[in-house]
């Protein structure tokens, strides 16, 4: 074999990676690209000509704030209350033997396996028959995102605390730290970068959700719900503005926590 099969086989995965890499992020450059496009019509979905008026009025389009406005604020209450009742869930399971534990583990990943429209009208459901059909809206959206990302939180802490080193808290109470103490010093700075993910993926999955939101949403509508009745008439390019945006900050956040953890990783080092 020679130089350049040698060269070819040290980098075929390397290679096959960045394709892979390269077919996911089709789409999202397909958005961005979009977002600076001036359609011919309402109807077109080819790039027609460069415009900068998509960016300078993203709230042209009427109602589209509003949905945003509302997805966000459920998107962060919803991932509040997942991310603090399945972090307490995922200590209680990971931490302490009880009867029953392993039907609690089983009944944990029922809402991930179940299809969301399953879900969405078995909650509908729940919510006619508790008498709270006539106030479908704000509250119900947020109860019912709590449900269906606590499972999400509850698997991903859990993960966390199952790798982490138990000599180490037992090393801080060796050195007369009491139980609290230990939590906060030791304890939740070695879990919180899963809860951190843990939150991160309750508000994608919340901003994101529209079967289950759109069966117990009321008179209410959120961004996917927004778009998905603009597809009926056109969508407007400044949906593409508010993906472009989405990603970067997603993007932004990410290369924070890798610069963090790298810049800790140093000081370990030195």
Same mark, same amino acid.
């Given at each position: 074999?020679?130089?350049?099969?040698?060269?070819?086989? %040290?980098?075929? +995965? +390397?290679?096959?990676?960045?394709l892979v890499l390269l077919y996911m992020f089709v789409p999202v450059f397909v958005v961005i690209l979009m977002s600076f496009n001036d359609p011919a019509s309402r109807n077109s979905y080819?790039?027609?000509?460069? !415009?900068?008026?998509?960016?300078?009025?993203?709230? %042209?389009?009427?109602?589209?704030?509003?949905?945003?406005?509302?997805?966000?604020?459920?998107?962060?209450?919803?991932t509040l209350g997942a991310t603090l009742l399945g972090t307490l869930m995922a200590f209680a399971m990971a931490r302490h033997r009880f009867r029953g534990r392993g039907a609690v583990s089983l009944f944990i990943f029922l809402p991930m396996a179940t299809p969301e429209i399953v879900m969405g009208s078995s909650l509908l459901a729940l919510f006619v028959s508790s008498g709270a059909a006539g106030i479908l809206g704000f509250w119900t959206?947020?109860?019912?995102?709590? +449900?269906?990302?606590?499972?999400?939180?509850?698997?991903t802490v859990k993960a966390?605390?199952?790798?982490?080193d138990p000599r180490l808290e037992q090393a801080a109470m060796d050195l007369y730290a009491n139980e609290w103490q230990t939590f906060w010093r030791v304890t939740f700075p070695l879990v919180f970068p899963g809860i951190l993910a843990a939150a991160l993926l309750s508000f994608s999955l919340s901003f994101d959700d529209?079967?289950? !939101?759109?069966?117990?949403?009321?008179?209410?509508?959120?961004?996917?719900?927004?778009?998905?009745?603009?597809?009926?008439?056109g969508i407007p390019p400044q949906i593409?503005?508010?993906?472009?945006?989405?990603?970067?900050?997603?993007?932004?956040?990410?290369?924070?926590? %890798?610069l963090g953890s790298r810049r800790r990783a140093g000081k370990l080092g030195t």
């Amino acid at each position: 074999m020679g130089r350049a099969g040698r060269w070819l086989g %040290e980098h075929l +995965l +390397l290679f096959l990676g960045l394709l892979v890499l390269l077919y996911m992020f089709v789409p999202v450059f397909v958005v961005i690209l979009m977002s600076f496009n001036d359609p011919a019509s309402r109807n077109s979905y080819t790039f027609d000509g460069f !415009t900068l008026h998509n960016w300078a009025n993203i709230c %042209e389009p009427y109602q589209m704030c509003s949905s945003l406005a509302l997805s966000l604020r459920i998107g962060f209450f919803a991932t509040l209350g997942a991310t603090l009742l399945g972090t307490l869930m995922a200590f209680a399971m990971a931490r302490h033997r009880f009867r029953g534990r392993g039907a609690v583990s089983l009944f944990i990943f029922l809402p991930m396996a179940t299809p969301e429209i399953v879900m969405g009208s078995s909650l509908l459901a729940l919510f006619v028959s508790s008498g709270a059909a006539g106030i479908l809206g704000f509250w119900t959206i947020f109860i019912a995102h709590v +449900l269906f990302c606590l499972s999400f939180v509850v698997v991903t802490v859990k993960a966390r605390l199952a790798g982490l080193d138990p000599r180490l808290e037992q090393a801080a109470m060796d050195l007369y730290a009491n139980e609290w103490q230990t939590f906060w010093r030791v304890t939740f700075p070695l879990v919180f970068p899963g809860i951190l993910a843990a939150a991160l993926l309750s508000f994608s999955l919340s901003f994101d959700d529209f079967i289950i !939101t759109n069966l117990n949403a009321g008179q209410e509508v959120t961004f996917p719900m927004f778009v998905w009745g603009a597809a009926q008439r056109g969508i407007p390019p400044q949906i593409n503005v508010i993906g472009t945006i989405m990603f970067v900050v997603a993007l932004v956040i990410v290369a924070s926590g %890798e610069l963090g953890s790298r810049r800790r990783a140093g000081k370990l080092g030195t």
